[in-house]
């Protein structure tokens, strides 16, 4: 399953269009437990996200182990501020604060 990955040849087809190739890794153990398997050879960026994410308990639905709202803006939070994701041109500021009160209210009118 693990040599399956072309993570070597995508990075060098990216950057052969002058773009640069970063891996994300999700904050969940499954996930960083794969990644350190799949990972092993690759020779390019990676951003492990657990540590900035820490007890993240509402970023995931009650009864459903996929990332809600709040996991989707956490996630973006750590992309827009790190300097780990070498982006092209302008990143637009996102008003976080304003996002998850538009969140709490979502969920607080349909319990």
Known sequence: MYRSWHGNKWKREVEA????????????KIDTDVASKLLRDFDGNIVQSIGYFGNCS????????HWNEYGNLKMAGLISSSLAFPFHGIFKPIDFAG?????????????
Not at 17 to 28: A, D, E, G, Q
């Open 17 to 28: 269009t002058n773009r640069t190739f970063t891996v994300l890794v999700l904050p969940r």
């Open 58 to 65: 509402n970023c995931t639905f009650r009864n459903d182990p």
């Open 99 to 111: 996002l998850k009160l538009q969140i709490d209210e979502y969920y607080q009118t349909r319990k």
